[in-house]
C-alpha cells in the first residue's frame, strides 16, 4: 500500500543535512580554482578594452591588479567605492591620485580597471567615485572654462536625483582640493583638455577607438567582471568580482604571484592549491628584496622590512615591528630604535602612545648632527645629509603614519627637518596639507584610518 505524501516525516536532522548540503556546495563553488578561472577570464575581457581603445591600463587597487599581468599595467589609482556610496560622495584629499595626470596627458586619456561583487553593474568607485575626481579636477586645473566643469554620471547606475545630490556638493570639494596649496602650474601642464569619464562593461560593445579626442581626455572606466544576477551555482564556477576579498580566499597569494605562475596554478587539482599557493607565496617572499627606501620628503624615506642596508652615522633608523614589545627596549642605538606596536589595527591603535618615544628619539638625533637637511644636493665638502628612515611591515601604513607625524613637528617650510621642534595646536587642516604632499610623492602609500586617528590623536592631543 503506497504511503501518501502527507504521512511523510522528515526528521530534523534530515533539515541539516540539507542546509549543510547547500553550504558546502556554495563554498565548492567559490573555491579557489573557480576564483583564478574567473580572474582569467575577466582579464581577457580587460585585454579587449585595452586593444580597442589603445590607452594604457590602471589598476584600481586593490582589486585591480588581478585583471591586468604585470608587464601590461600602467600603474595603480586609489579610488575608494566607499567615497562614492549614497550619502557620503567625497573627494579624497588623502588619496588624490595626481599621479595619473601625466599618463592621461602623455596617453590622450587611460583606462581605470576594477570589479564589483555579484549583482552590481559596475563599483560605486567607477561610476562615482572617478566622476567626482574628474570634475574637481577640471573645476581647478581649467577655472576660467565653465564648459569644462560639467559633471558626468553613468545613467543605468546612477539617478538623476543622485546625479543632482552629488553634484551640489562638487563646489565643496573643489575647495578642499585648493586648500592644500598644491602647485597647480604644474599640474596643468601635464594635462591639456578636461577629464571625461567613459564606462565600459561586459555587456558593452567593444568598438575600436583608436583616435584622439578634441574635447576632452577620456578616462574609461572599465568594470572587469561579467554581471551575475542569481547564485553562483547557476553559472558554471564563474564568479563576478573574485579577486576582491582576498584575505578569505587567497592564503597569501598576490597578483604578481599569480600572474608569474598562472598556468601551474589554473592546472593544478583543488585539493593541490592550497600547498601549492603557500609553496609559491613562501618562495616569494623568500626572494623578495625590501628595495630602496621610498623618499617621501627632502630627507624623509620610508621602506618595508627587513631592513636594507643603510649603516650610516648620517642615517636614522625606525623599525616598526608586528610583535609587541617593552618600550624601555626599543632604543638600541642613537642611530636604531625598533618599535613593536603589535599588528594590524592593535599596531595602529598602539602607535599614539608610541610616537612620543618616536619623536624624542628623532630630535635627540636631529640635535646631534649639525648639518642640515635639505633637498639640494651637498657636495664633497659638506657632511653626508642626514636621512630618517622608517621601516614597517608594508612601508605603507605605519611607517608613513610616523614620517606624516615627524613631518609635521619638525619639518620648515621647505620640508626640510630641524631639531627644533614646531610650536603645538596642529589642525587636522595643517596635517591634511602634509599628508597631501606625502601621498603626492608616494602614491602606494596606504596609511590606515586607524594610523591617521593616532598620528591627529598625538600631534592634536
Known amino acids: ?127 562615482k567615485t572617478v566622476p567626482i575626481w574628474c570634475c574637481v579636477l577640471n573645476h581647478v586645473l581649467f577655472p576660467d572654462t565653465p564648459v569644462f566643469h560639467e559633471f558626468y554620471t553613468p545613467p543605468n547606475a546612477v539617478s538623476e536625483s543622485e546625479h543632482a545630490q552629488i553634484e551640489s556638493r562638487i563646489p565643496e570639494h573643489v575647495g578642499s582640493l585648493r586648500a592644500l596649496g598644491l602647485d597647480l602650474d604644474i599640474l596643468r601642464q ?35 567582471s561579467r554581471r551575475v544576477l542569481g547564485g553562483e551555482m547557476s553559472e558554471g564556477g564563474y564568479i563576478q568580482g573574485a579577486g576582491d576579498d582576498t584575505e578569505n580566499w587567497a592564503l597569501g597569494l598576490t597578483p604578481p604571484v599569480f600572474w608569474r605562475h598562472a598556468d601551474i596554478l589554473l592546472s593544478t ?52 615591528y608586528s610583535k609587541t614589545t617593552d618600550p624601555s627596549t626599543w632604543v638600541k642605538s642613537p642611530l636604531l630604535m625598533e618599535v613593536g606596536v603589535g599588528k594590524h589595527k592593535l599596531a595602529s591603535r598602539n602607535l599614539r602612545m608610541a610616537l612620543p618615544s618616536i619623536s624624542d628619539f628623532v630630535q635627540r638625533f636631529l640635535a646631534q648632527t649639525s648639518d642640515s637637511c635639505s633637498s639640494e644636493d651637498s657636495d664633497s665638502k659638506t657632511p653626508e645629509q642626514r636621512r630618517i628612515l622608517i621601516a614597517c611591515e608594508t612601508g605603507k601604513d605605519l611607517s608613513v603614519g610616523v614620517a606624516l607625524t615627524l613631518s609635521c613637528q619638525y619639518s620648515d617650510r621647505e620640508g626640510s627637518l630641524t631639531p627644533q621642534l614646531s610650536p603645538s595646536g596642529h589642525t587636522k587642516s595643517d596635517i591634511r596639507v602634509k599628508l597631501s604632499r606625502i601621498m603626492t610623492n608616494f602614491p602606494e602609500a596606504n596609511p590606515s584610518r586607524t594610523t591617521l586617528q593616532s598620528v591627529n590623536s598625538f600631534l592634536m592631543g
Open 1 to 127: 500500500m503506497a504511503t501518501a505524501t502527507s504521512e511523510l516525516v522528515f526528521s530534523p536532522q534530515a533539515n541539516h543535512n540539507f542546509s549543510r548540503i547547500l553550504s558546502d556546495l556554495k563554498r565548492a563553488n567559490l573555491s579557489i580554482t573557480n576564483r583564478l578561472r574567473s580572474i582569467r577570464e575577466d582579464a581577457d575581457f580587460v585585454s579587449e578594452v585595452a586593444a580597442a581603445f589603445s590607452r594604457p591600463l590602471i589598476a584600481n587597487e586593490r582589486c585591480g591588479s588581478w585583471y591586468i599581468p604585470p608587464e601590461t599595467k600602467a600603474g595603480s589609482a586609489y579610488f575608494k567605492s566607499t567615497d562614492g556610496h549614497t550619502g557620503q560622495w567625497r573627494f579624497s584629499t588623502r588619496r588624490l591620485n595626481l599621479q595619473l595626470l601625466s599618463i592621461i596627458g602623455n596617453n590622450d586619456g587611460c583606462i581605470i580597471v576594477d570589479s564589483t561583487r555579484r549583482g552590481k553593474r559596475m563599483p560605486d568607485a567607477l561610476s
Open 269 to 320: 587539482p583543488e585539493p593541490d592549491l592550497p600547498d601549492l599557493v603557500r609553496s609559491l607565496v613562501s618562495d616569494d617572499i623568500a626572494d623578495m628584496s625590501s628595495g630602496s627606501p621610498r623618499q617621501i620628503a627632502p630627507c624623509l624615506f620610508v621602506s618595508c622590512l627587513p631592513l636594507p642596508n643603510t649603516s650610516s652615522p648620517s642615517t636614522c633608523v625606525i623599525a616598526i
Open 190 to 224: 601635464q594635462v591639456k583638455k578636461p577629464l571625461r569619464p567613459m564606462w565600459v562593461t561586459q555587456e558593452s560593445q567593444l568598438v575600436p577607438m583608436d583616435e584622439v579626442f578634441d574635447d576632452f581626455h577620456p578616462v574609461i572606466c572599465c568594470t572587469s
